[in-house]
Structures are given as structure tokens and as C-alpha cells.
């Protein structure tokens, strides 16, 4: 203490103090300010649960880069959790990476069934619009040949990926056989065709337009290749989505489309790192660069280890995407996949999940497993089906046997007293013990 003294020198604070402070501080208004003290605590602690908490901030602030940076640093501590699962699948999401933010949802789900952090990503599976959509009738082939052609484009096959995209559009005229074959066509105006067609089959999909805006610009079209980005630009809802029209913006010299789209962007999301970093981007292009350095000071200031805004800083002149930040999801995304081989995924999963979430103060979570599993591996594939999709008979039915597999009748009576079908659900009851009765 330094009593009698002008000049007082404050305590160090521990780490406990910055982050109880920072989760105080983690409102929409205050999030930059939240990070930089859970920063601080993060520095004292070195914990990893601070350092996820620190991810989950960055995240809620669309700083994906540095939230993926931190959770890289939780999983070298820690291994593969429940939260660290979570934030992963949501910043893959924001990357377009579906697959990968399926797998870790997933993932999320199996580590903590029944959990609120569960709860939550099967709400996210269930209700995302996926990508994907059914292949139209007659059309296997064809998207089989276009995984072969972008195979041998992988390798390197140029002429073998042309071959196998041509046999892809004449066996079914798909949407990704016709972007692929566009691509693959020799002169834009050959490709014009497919791309056109690719658009028609591929609505409300960002690819193919800017493909077709290139196709444009090549030939000349630049107002055509104008109005393809604009309709493109009202399409970007993702990161990945919004950073792949910045590139093919500033290939094409639309250096104000591309600002004013991340300029919309950060009007919903203004302490986002990334969209700033597009704009500093854009801003170089146009010759502001006053604005420019305003933008790359805020970008340190909300994240003073963001690889871009460093390598910016260091490399004024450079004004091209560093795209070393990228390397970390795809790490995050192979951890989470290489849980063990039990750690299932798809429907089955999910199940476990709901049962436990419904029966949480009646059953733990290994006994709604056991029971569940062994009819689950005799059901037939359209009852199965069924309950993916969430028919309220079939997981009724299955309600009903897990109650009666976990002893619960008293339960079980009063759930057959309220629903109607009683004789129908009892009959499924039948034949699930049936199913599974002991050989």
C-alpha cells in the first residue's frame, strides 16, 4: 500500500476478476470491450474454458477468424467438449462448410445428451436450411460422373474432368453438371449456355451467378455481368458467401459493390473483424486510403491478433486476402470427426438426445441408450425414416417404449390414457418387443 503517496499503483488483478467483469460486460453493446477483458483473463489463466468463453464472444460478434482461433487453442488444452463441438459447428456454418457443422453438432449432441447445449443443436439441425436437396429422378448417374470430373480437376486432369463433366450433362442436364461443364468450356462464350442453364436449376444460389457474372465480364457484358452481381449480392447471408463476391468483385474492378456489400453487412454486425476486413480491402482498391487505416486501426483494436490486420499492418502495400487464417477450421473439423467409432451420428443420435432432454429428471442418459439401441438396430428402414423426419406417431410409439424398457409404467398408463390410437400404439408396443426379445 502506499500510504501518503499521490502516485498509487493499482493491485494486479487475477484472472477471476477480468473474466467476472467480462461476463458482465457481454451485452450487444458492450462485446468488444467483454473480449478485451476476457483477453486479460485469458493471458493470467491460460484456461481453456476462458479461452472458449472468449470464442463464443468473438462469435456472437462475427469475428469467425478470431473465434476459430481460440477454439484451436481450447482443443490443444483441452480435447474435444461439448461447447468447443458447439461453437465449431456454428462457425462452419458461417464458412458454408455443412458437412462439417453437421459433424459437430453432432458431435455436441452424442458428448452431452440431454444437456441444454444439446438442446440447442438439435434445434439448429432440425431447423437450418440445409444445402442439400434431393436428387430429381433419374439424375444418379449424372451426379456420380460430376464426382468423378471434379475428382480428376483435383488431380490436376483437365482434359479427363472435361470428359466426365460432358458425359454428366448428357446423362441428366443437372444444375451442377452444367456448372461444372461451364467452367470447364474453353471460351465464355461456349460457357454462357451452361452457366444460364446452372442459374435456372440452382435458384437463390450464389455459385452459379458469379460464375455467370464472370462468364459476362469476360465477353465484355460488363453491365450484365453488373446486374448478375447485384442479384448476387442480395443472396450473401454467410461469410463465405459475402468473401467469395468480395474476390470476384474485385477481379472484376466492382470495387463499390463489394464495399457497400460488406458496408451492409456491418450495419447488422459493425464489430465483425472479417466484414471489416473487406472493407479495408475495398477501401485500398478505390484509393481511400486514409479510410483504409481507420478500418485496419478498428480491426486491431477489437482483435490485436487477427493474422489479416497484422500481416496488414506490417505489409501496407499488400491489399489481397491472407488467407492463413483459414487453416484452423478444417483442423477443428477433423477433431471432431475422429471421436471414437460409438460416437454415432444421423438419427439415431439425435433420438438419444430428445428421449434424454423429455425424461431428464426420470432416467439417465446410459439407460435411455440401452434402451433404445437394440430396437433401433431391428427397426426397418422406413420406420426409421419416419422417425428422422419427426412423424409424431413414430416417435410417440417409440416415447411408449422407452417408458416401459426404463420401467416407468406408471408413466407409460398415463401416456396411453391421453393419446388417442391407443390399440395402434399398443400393437407397435407389441412388436418393439417383439423385436427385441432375447433369442
Known amino acids: 500500500m502506499n500510504h501518503g503517496e499521490k502516485?498509487?499503483?493499482?493491485?494486479?488483478?487475477?484472472?477471476?476478476?477480468?473474466?467476472?467483469?467480462?461476463?458482465?460486460?457481454?451485452?450487444?453493446?458492450?462485446?468488444?470491450?467483454?473480449?478485451?477483458?476476457?483477453?486479460?483473463?485469458?493471458?493470467?489463466?491460460?484456461?481453456?474454458?476462458?479461452?472458449?468463453?472468449?470464442?463464443?464472444?468473438?462469435?456472437?460478434?462475427?469475428?469467425?477468424?478470431?473465434?476459430?482461433?481460440?477454439?484451436?487453442?481450447?482443443?490443444?488444452?483441452?480435447?474435444?467438449?461439448?461447447?468447443?463441438?458447439?461453437?465449431?459447428?456454428?462457425?462452419?456454418l458461417e464458412r458454408q462448410e455443412e458437412a462439417l457443422a453437421e459433424n459437430a453438432l453432432d458431435a455436441c449432441i452424442r458428448l452431452a445428451p440431454g444437456s441444454a447445449l444439446a438442446h440447442e443443436c438439435q434445434e439448429i439441425l432440425e431447423t437450418y436450411p440445409w444445402s442439400w436437396q434431393p436428387p430429381e429422378k433419374r439424375t444418379a448417374r449424372s451426379l456420380a460422373m460430376s464426382h468423378f470430373a471434379r475428382t480428376r480437376l483435383q488431380k490436376g486432369d483437365v482434359k479427363g474432368a472435361r470428359e466426365r463433366a460432358q458425359a454428366a450433362w448428357q446423362r441428366g442436364k443437372t444444375g451442377e453438371a452444367a456448372i461444372l461443364y461451364g467452367m470447364l468450356q474453353e471460351t465464355p462464350q461456349m460457357a454462357e449456355e451452361y452457366v444460364r442453364h446452372a442459374v435456372e436449376k440452382m435458384p437463390g444460389q450464389t455459385p452459379p451467378l458469379l460464375l455467370l457474372a464472370q462468364v459476362y465480364f469476360q465477353q465484355g457484358k460488363t453491365e450484365m455481368a453488373r446486374a448478375a452481381m447485384g442479384m448476387c449480392a442480395g443472396l450473401c447471408n454467410t461469410l463465405q458467401q459475402v468473401e467469395a463476391f468480395s474476390l470476384m468483385a474485385a477481379q472484376m474492378g466492382f470495387y463499390l459493390e463489394g464495399l457497400a456489400l460488406a458496408e451492409e453487412k456491418l450495419k447488422m454486425h459493425p464489430c465483425s473483424t472479417d466484414y471489416l476486413l473487406i472493407k479495408y480491402r475495398m477501401l485500398k482498391k478505390l484509393g481511400e486510403r486514409e479510410k483504409a487505416e481507420r478500418v485496419l486501426q478498428t480491426i486491431l483494436e477489437i482483435d490485436p491478433d487477427d493474422a489479416c490486420g497484422v500481416w496488414y499492418a506490417r505489409h501496407p502495400e499488400e491489399n489481397v486476402p491472407y488467407l492463413g487464417r483459414m487453416m484452423f477450421l478444417p483442423i477443428l473439423g477433423m477433431m471432431t470427426s475422429s471421436l471414437r467409432r460409438m460416437r454415432k451420428t444421423g438419427p439415431l443420435n439425435r433420438l438419444l438426445h430428445l428421449y434424454t432432454f423429455v425424461l431428464r429428471n426420470e432416467a439417465e442418459a446410459k439407460d435411455v441408450y440401452a434402451a433404445l439401441v437394440p430396437l433401433w438396430r431391428k427397426m426397418s428402414p422406413q420406420e426409421k425414416k419416419k422417425l428422422d423426419e419427426r412423424d409424431q406417431n413414430a416417435v410417440t410409439w417409440l416415447y411408449l417404449y422407452v417408458l416401459l424398457r426404463l420401467g416407468k409404467t406408471k408413466m407409460l398408463s398415463q401416456a396411453l390414457d391421453m393419446m388417442p390410437g391407443r390399440r395402434r400404439a399398443e400393437r407397435k408396443l407389441a412388436r418393439y418387443l417383439y423385436l427385441t426379445q432375447e433369442d
Not at 20 to 33: D, I, L, Q
Not at 61 to 71: D, F, Q, V
Open 7 to 92: 502516485g498509487v499503483v493499482p493491485f494486479e488483478r487475477p484472472a477471476a476478476y477480468w473474466a467476472r467483469k467480462a461476463r458482465k460486460a457481454n451485452t450487444p453493446a458492450r462485446m468488444p470491450e467483454a473480449a478485451l477483458m476476457m483477453r486479460k483473463a485469458l493471458e493470467k489463466s491460460g484456461d481453456s474454458q476462458v479461452a472458449l468463453e472468449l470464442a463464443a464472444i468473438y462469435r456472437s460478434m462475427h469475428c469467425i477468424s478470431a473465434a476459430e482461433r481460440y477454439l484451436m487453442k481450447a482443443a490443444a488444452d483441452s480435447g474435444v467438449t461439448p461447447q468447443l463441438c458447439y461453437e465449431t459447428g456454428l462457425c462452419a
